[in-house]
Every structure is written in structure tokens, then in C-alpha cells.
């Protein structure tokens, strides 16, 4: 089953690597391609007060700062590989840690530990979800989150917190 799933992983990879190459901006077509992706990112992003749709993206209320499409790849991968544990950094409102969380009921396995340096208020309950406070690098979380995934078989980790070269 796991062989299968990074099968399929690969494909993706190997398919967006084409999709990539083909975008390349060689000539006038290529260029006018970039010019919609590149409005599709503004658009996306920017417009609106609060950031276009990313930044009006819910999933039960809750913002959820992540592209919908990513979302639905998330549920592939979830579904597909059924860790035993997600280790999420970078929770913000905890949207995606609760859409995580809300399919692994579905595919009826997983937990998520999430990780922010921010305390967040409104942060969606939910028993499979644990909220961490700190630094995702500091020595004290990831002994935190090493006691959290003993004993789990399979780990998802999603690096989405700082993308400073330096923390990553």
C-alpha cells in the first residue's frame, strides 16, 4: 500500500517537473502562460483587504491559510498513506490542522501535533489535535513532539511555519 502511495507521489512529482518545463518562458506563448500564472498568484494572494482568496479560505469556519488545492492533496496523501501521526509547523488559526484532523476521522486513524510561536485564541478543538507553543527548531518542542510520535508507525511531517533559508 505505502509503495503504491509513493508511486503515485513520484508520478505527481515527475508530472509537475514537466508541467514546470513546459511553463518554461522560451518564447511569446511561454511568456503569456507565465503572465496567467503569475495572475493567478495575484489575484490569489493579493487582492481584497485580507489577501484575495487565500486570505478568505475557511474550512468549518475556521481561516485556513493554505491554496484549496493543496487542501485536496493533503486529503490524497492522508488518505493514501493513513499516518499514524501529522506533525504540522506553523498553525496560525489552526484551519488546516482541523481539516487534517476532520479527515482522519474519514479515513478513521490519525492525530495531529501542530506547532506555532504564536498562541492562537479560537484555535479549532478537536481530540485528534494537539496544539503546541514554540519554536518548531527549539530543543524543548522537538523533544516535545519526539514523546508525542513514540510509538507511531507512519509520519507525516508538513514544514509550513518560517521559510526563512536559515530555519528551514
Not at 517537473?17 to 518562458?25: D, G, I, Q
Not at 489535535?129 to 530543543?139: H, K, N, Q, V
Request: charged content about 25%; overall charge positive; hydrophobic content about 40%.
Amino acid at each position: 500500500m505505502k509503495t503504491e502511495v509513493l508511486a503515485r507521489l513520484r508520478r505527481k512529482v515527475r508530472l509537475r517537473t514537466r508541467v514546470r518545463n513546459f511553463l518554461a518562458p522560451d518564447d511569446a506563448d511561454d511568456r503569456s502562460k507565465v503572465r496567467i500564472i503569475d495572475a493567478f498568484h495575484r489575484l490569489y494572494y493579493d487582492e481584497k483587504p485580507k489577501g484575495g482568496t487565500w486570505g478568505a479560505t475557511f474550512w468549518m469556519g475556521t481561516p485556513v491559510q493554505k491554496c484549496p488545492l493543496d487542501l485536496w492533496i493533503y486529503q490524497e496523501i492522508i488518505d493514501g498513506l493513513r499516518p499514524d501521526l501529522i506533525i504540522e509547523t506553523g498553525t496560525a488559526d489552526g484551519g488546516s490542522a482541523h481539516f487534517m484532523a476532520n479527515i482522519c476521522d474519514l479515513v478513521g486513524k490519525g492525530r495531529i501535533v501542530t506547532i506555532d510561536i504564536l498562541a492562537g485564541e479560537r484555535r479549532p478543538a478537536h481530540p485528534r489535535i494537539t496544539y503546541l507553543l514554540g519554536s518548531s527548531t527549539s530543543p524543548s518542542i522537538a523533544d516535545r513532539v519526539r514523546g508525542l510520535a513514540r510509538g507511531a508507525g507512519t509520519v507525516l511531517v508538513i514544514l509550513d511555519s518560517d521559510h526563512s533559508k536559515n530555519h528551514v
